[in-house]
């Protein structure tokens, strides 16, 4: 699960040090080439709405493993795409297929993991999944300025491949029924997903996760780019310095239950993460030294990951009965929030006007902040 996770937020972030480079190969402006980042989160989202019902029905290990293997393909053949348009649609392609993989193995600890151990749990599997952002950020970058873009889909593809033999291997020598006992129907699991929606507690989660997604994933599709443009930095030292965001989520993500301990909660992981994300987000913004910009990102992460991860805890309890569902709905509203502040923002991109754009967000976030901290006060 671990590599699978790795793999999926790799392929997730590998475009988005790619964008310059892919606008001179295609002829596009930079926030065209963003469609490559939307059409996966776009797919993403949506496609949680059937991967809960399914992994409520034949089982969570059985559906993640077929989605791996999806994604082993679908990358390989987006690394042959020859035009951009054929690279959106393999791009949403493979974001269909990922959407299996991370949204139901929290889902999974959810069905194994006891409440108050569930955060420290969801963090560790976060810390697989931070170090694939950090990788794809990176090699995203290093791989467009010197082994060609094509090359960074085909190594992609095969740590897939290698996550679903692992895994296949494991369902053959513990076997799972075709079905779950005592699941319901998929039509009837399909419709308990809107039948949630009902239920006040579930739609506030899922109205702020969305916001979070547009505010934060929105400006982190674009943050390379602002630090290729105002620090001058190359693709590849721009992907690099990004890292230093998923090294904030390691931070959080390795010391997540002393955290919680040191801050007083979830309360004060909620307070402490919206004022990091802020705080990161204006220096990103206004700052011009190359050092503040690093400091930016690494604020904005460790804050993200306080943030993300009590929602993620909000997630996993808000209906219990059907975990899968609820988680996946949760990362639907989650990258359907990203897909539409990454297209708002491409606006912003080819106006020269992202500095102002990452100020909003900063002031977004604050005010989230307020919403979340009182919707997790009231658990």
């Known amino acids: 699960m671990g590599l699978a996770g790795f793999a999926s937020m790799a392929s997730m972030r590998l475009c988005d040090p790619m964008l310059v480079v892919l606008g001179q190969e295609f002829q596009v402006t930079t926030g065209d080439a963003s469609r490559v980042v939307a059409s996966f989160a776009i797919a993403y989202g949506v496609l949680q709405l059937f991967y809960g019902p399914l ?64 955060q420290e749990t969801l963090a560790k599997l976060m810390g697989y999944t931070v170090s694939g952002m950090m990788a794809g950020l990176w090699f995203g970058g290093f791989a467009a300025e010197h082994l060609g873009w094509r090359m960074a889909f085909a190594v992609v593809s095969a740590l897939f491949a290698l996550a679903a033999f692992i895994l296949w291997r494991k369902l053959r020598s513990t076997p799972v029924p075709a079905v779950t006992a005592g ?75 002393r955290w919680l301990g040191w801050l007083g909660g979830e309360r004060g992981l909620v307070k402490t993460g919206v004022v990091c994300i802020s705080a990161g987000l204006l220096t990103l913004a206004w700052a011009h030294h190359p050092a503040l910009g690093m400091l930016g990102c690494f604020a904005t992460g460790f804050g993200f990951y306080m943030l993300h991860n009590t929602l993620q805890v909000q997630a996993t309890q808000m209906a219990p009965a059907s975990r899968g569902t609820a988680v996946t709905l949760f990362a639907c509203l989650l990258f359907f929030g990203q897909s539409s502040g990454v297209v708002l923002m491409a606006e912003s991109v080819d106006r020269d006007w992202l500095p102002y754009t990452l100020s909003l967000a900063a002031v977004g976030v604050a005010l989230l902040g ?10």
């Not at 307020?370 to 658990?379: A, S």
């Open 55 to 118: 992994g409520d029905r034949f089982g969570k290990l059985r559906v993640i493993s077929l989605a791996v293997l999806a994604c082993a393909v679908f990358s390989a053949i987006t690394s042959m795409a020859s035009d951009l348009t054929l690279l959106v649609v393999m791009r949403a392609f493979m974001g269909a297929a990922a959407a299996g993989i991370i949204p139901l193995s929290m889902a999974w600890i959810g069905d194994q993991v006891a409440y108050d151990r569930r």
């Open 183 to 257: 699941a319901p129907g998929f039509m009837a699991s399909f419709a308990a997903t809107f039948q949630m929606l009902r239920v006040a507690r579930v739609r506030q989660v899922l109205a702020v996760t969305a916001i979070e997604g547009a505010l934060v994933f929105g400006a982190m599709a674009f943050i390379p780019t602002h630090l290729h443009q105002q620090f001058d930095m190359s693709v590849v030292f721009a992907g690099s310095v990004m890292m230093l965001y998923g090294v904030g989520g390691l931070l959080y993500s390795q010391l997540a239950r």
């Open 370 to 379: 307020y919403f979340v901290n009182r919707l997790v006060g009231r658990h």
